[in-house]
């Protein structure tokens, strides 16, 4: 099984943290594109590739996830080393933090 991208569980995160099912989220898109989208069911489908980490969101999806979460596009999308912090490697000094983990190029 691959694992899904930081940017991915973030989409779904904030997502399940306004109580929408992926439909609702096909409601709101619709809502503020601007144009129209796909039907209803493709609108979902492409919701669940983007959650899965199947397809990175193009310019236009990522403008409009940023916009209905009211997240900048770095703090939404930010590259996975940049997502989290590994626990420390020595377990006898708990407060030490990793800094090859948190290090981003």
């Known amino acids: ?3 899904v991208p930081a940017w991915a ?3 779904r995160i904030e997502r399940t943290r306004r ?7 096909a409601g709101q898109l619709s809502k503020i ?3 129209l989208l796909p ?3 493709n609108l979902v489908r492409r919701i669940r590739d983007h959650e ?6 193009d310019d236009e999806y990522a403008e409009m996830y940023c916009r209905l979460y009211g997240l900048s596009e770095s703090a939404l999308f930010r590259a996975a080393c940049c997502a ?4 420390p490697r020595n377990k006898s000094r708990p407060s030490q933090l990793d800094h090859s983990a948190i290090h981003c190029s």
Not at 84 to 87: D, F, I, M, S
Request: glycine share 10%; proline share 7%; aromatic share 4%.
């Open 33 to 35: 594109a601007g144009r």
């Open 52 to 57: 899965s980490g199947k397809h990175r969101p």
């Open 1 to 3: 099984m691959s694992k």
């Open 39 to 41: 039907e209803p069911e």
């Open 84 to 87: 989290a912090v590994k626990a």
């Open 9 to 11: 569980s973030r989409l």
């Open 19 to 25: 109580g929408w099912s992926q439909r609702d989220l």
